[in-house]
């Protein structure tokens, strides 16, 4: 590497530590949110190529999508891993520390892909089949996830690779992997599906193959433009210790996202008792709130290497700063996102549903304005749960997200399902509130574990 490059590269990441906060975040999240904007778009274009193609399909896909959510849950969890501890260590002026960092980080990914490809070759049938669907849904399901799980190594490798480029604040180019893959799947779709008469094989292969041209970019732009943390083979020596700073944000954030993957499984399950019209509308209801979350996910995705470089470097009042004005913007997203879930549902549905009595679109609408009522509530305790993870407390995550989405959403869905299946849909504010009280409290804690002792600056 070049001593201009270096210095680049250098400067780029002191800016964690020095930028105007308000200046700082958009600048680091920005790109981040528009690739996640642009993968939630694919959510939502897949669907509806899905559900056009026929209505068996798209319950397919909504079957798998659970699985699907485990393997993003995985590689993204130990995505957070592998940001957390390059930040920090970059913070603490050991650029070796976070170059080790990054290629451990990569061995642990390729570990992932490997169990889920035993998952894909030897339990598809049997996961998709535990709703006891039709025929016809459980042979497409099955074809569905075992492309997507087997052939998933691009998706291991592109999270790798953006987390370190975004560990580094070089989020355009974390920006840039997330969007060539996004683009060539919606590309793809309608070309695998409809003209190559594919169908829903067809849907798992343009996902496989836009996953593997997202890895290519980010290796490529790794190497070539973010030289803090350029592979080579050259001293690497495996360190468990290492390995096991990864794990401590990484498993906690990994189980976090899974207990996502169970819940929508489980609520499937409660579902599939009143029609497969309801397992469409939770689909069809995650793809939708991707395009709301999703940003607020970019943007805390921002915040942990901001987090967490003020964090090793015990710079106290930028920590705090960059939380106050993380919790303002997601605060904003949310708002404009249940806006439009309460006044234009129908619009949102439409797309979705090829049936001649436009069923799914109505029960959709009733879902979406219940749902919605969380958003708010939301928005603050996935920023305060992003700065757990920053500062490698994960497992204060995880005890928010087991809350949320096991102890509270899943018994609170099944006694509301007595009255019948749209009062379910209010399972997920009642859960949220709970979940943000006990994110509160933790975060107490952890400001006097963690934050307060550090120095004023």
């Not at 060539?184 to 996953?211: E, Y």
């Amino acid at each position: 590497m070049s001593e201009k490059q270096e210095q680049q590269n250098t400067e780029r990441s002191r800016m964690l530590g020095t930028m105007e906060m308000r200046k700082l975040v958009p600048t680091v999240s920005v790109p981040i949110m528009v690739s996640m904007l642009v993968q939630a778009l694919y959510n939502i274009v897949d669907g509806i190529f899905v559900g056009q193609y026929s209505p068996d399909a798209l319950t397919a896909v909504n079957l798998a999508m659970p699985m699907q959510m485990l393997m993003i849950a995985v590689s993204t969890g130990m995505g957070t891993g592998i940001n957390s501890l390059i930040s920090r260590r970059l913070g603490e002026k050991r650029p070796h520390d976070a170059r080790d960092a990054a290629r451990h980080g990569i061995l642990i990914e390729v570990v992932g892909w490997l169990l889920f490809v035993i998952v894909g070759l030897f339990f598809a049938r049997a996961y998709i089949g535990m709703t006891n669907p039709k025929a016809e849904v459980l042979e497409m399901g099955t074809l569905y996830l075992r492309i997507v799980c087997t052939l998933s190594l691009g998706q291991f490798m592109s999270i790798c690779f953006e987390r370190m480029m975004q560990a580094t604040g070089n989020t355009t180019l974390s920006m840039i992997t997330q969007l060539s893959g996004a683009v060539t799947n919606i590309i793809l779709d309608p070309i695998l599906i409809f003209s190559c008469q594919m169908g829903i094989a067809g849907a798992a292969v343009a996902t496989v193959i836009g996953q593997v041209v997202s890895c290519t970019a980010g290796f490529v732009l790794n190497q070539w433009k973010n030289r803090e943390l350029r592979l080579t083979h050259e001293g690497f020596r495996f360190d468990w210790k290492t390995v096991q700073n990864i794990l401590v944000v990484g498993i906690p954030s990994t189980i976090m996202q899974a207990i996502s993957s169970v819940c929508t499984t489980l609520m499937n399950m409660i579902l599939a008792g009143f029609g497969d019209i309801y397992v469409n509308v939770l689909g069809v209801y995650f793809k939708l709130q991707s395009f709301v979350f999703m940003p607020v996910f970019g943007l805390c995705n921002g915040m942990v290497p901001i987090v967490g470089y003020n964090f090793g470097a015990q710079k106290k009042k930028r920590v705090y700063e960059c939380v106050r004005v993380c919790l303002v913007y997601a605060l904003v997203i949310m708002a404009v996102g249940a806006l439009l879930f309460l006044a234009v549902p129908n619009l949102l549905m439409m797309p979705f549903d090829s049936s001649a009595d436009k069923a799914l679109t109505a029960e959709g609408c009733v879902a979406l304005r219940i749902i919605c009522s969380h958003f708010l509530i939301a928005a603050a305790g996935i920023t305060l749960s992003t700065v757990f993870q920053a500062v490698g407390r994960g497992t204060y995550s995880l005890i928010m997200s087991l809350c949320r989405q096991l102890i509270v959403l899943l018994p609170a869905a099944w006694a509301l399902s007595l009255i019948g299946p749209n009062a379910i849909w209010w399972a997920f504010p009642i859960a949220e509130i709970v979940s943000l009280t006990i994110c509160l409290l933790l975060y107490r804690k952890c400001d006097r574990e963690l934050i307060a002792p550090l120095p004023e600056e």
